[in-house]
């Protein structure tokens, strides 16, 4: 079974569908690292925390965003 997303603005299949097809399955299929990432899925912030409740259905949009660290010029 496939499932097809919207990611930052394109369209993405995951074949096979991770089981359960949840944030916490999904994210990392997607090639994201789960720690470096906020998500926003169909224009709601999810807190990590409901990750592994939060279903991800056929045709829901994700917005992905990487958290990049940085240093402090002197």
Known sequence: ??????????????EPTPDPACLSTVI???GQNPALVVVELNGVIV????????????GDTLEIVTIVGGGSYS
């Open 1 to 14: 079974m496939t499932l097809t997303l919207s990611v930052n603005g394109e369209q993405r299949v995951l």
């Open 28 to 30: 990392p299929a997607l």
């Open 47 to 58: 807190p990590k925390g409901r990750w592994p409740t939060e279903r991800v259905r056929e």
